[in-house]
């Protein structure tokens, strides 16, 4: 069983739990997930990436859309709940090395596991360039935490409500093709046609 200790949410259909989970939070590395379920005897296994970590508090941050019974079940789950059943860390972790300048894109959702990614990234000494997008400004996750993290942040936006109006995709083009700041790498979280953009510019 896993406690919540803080609940936020964070959009309509977004919601943050911290939970404690301190074997977790100590060997967790960028790019792994639990697995949970809201009914130990019958639920539904639910992967989620681990957002972010806090070993003094021994907690871990869990980010999650509600998509289906499951996670609407969960959502429903308040401060001092156990969790039932909550396993990790699982997956292959991201690979880190200090590549040199890295472009992180990432938008909605996809913010959540980005986070501990750019966290590695930065500890290993290179230089992040983050581009974030969403629908409109209220739908960005974790805006602060990014920003601090970040050497340089673009935030785009559908309506144009925040930042540049437009696709993730226009900066991420501008960046590849700047003989002077292009990126050693890039790491997208998103639909597939974004990831084959990233591999044919990288």
């Known amino acids: ?18 939970v404690h989970a301190p074997l977790i ?7 792994q997930f639990i697995i949970l379920q809201t ?20 907690s871990i941050t869990l980010i999650f859309q509600t998509v289906g019974k499951t996670t609407t079940e969960l959502s429903k789950f308040e401060v001092g709940d156990d969790i ?5 860390p699982l997956g292959s972790p991201t690979h ?28 290993a000494g290179n230089k992040v360039t983050i581009i974030m997008g969403a629908r409109n400004e209220s739908l960005f996750l974790m805006k602060e935490e990014m920003t601090a993290l970040a050497d340089n ?5 559908d309506d144009g409500s925040y930042g540049r109006k437009g ?5 991420l083009k501008e960046l590849c093709e700047d003989t002077k700041g292009k990126p050693d790498m890039v790491i997208a979280i998103g639909p ?5 953009f990233c591999a044919l510019t990288t």
């Open 1 to 18: 069983m896993a406690k919540i200790l803080f609940k936020k949410q964070l959009s309509p259909a977004v919601f943050q739990f911290r």
């Open 25 to 31: 939070a100590q060997e967790r590395k960028a790019g």
């Open 39 to 58: 009914n130990k005897d019958n639920g539904e296994r639910v992967p989620l990436t681990i957002a972010d970590a806090d070993t003094n508090e021994g």
């Open 84 to 88: 039932p059943v909550l396993v990790g």
């Open 96 to 123: 880190i090395d200090n590549f040199g300048h890295v472009v992180c894109v990432c938008g909605g959702v996809g913010i959540a596991p980005m986070h501990p990614i750019v966290q590695a990234l930065k500890a």
């Open 153 to 157: 942040i673009i935030f785009m936006t």
């Open 167 to 171: 696709l993730v995709t226009e900066p």
């Open 192 to 196: 597939p046609i974004m990831m084959k």
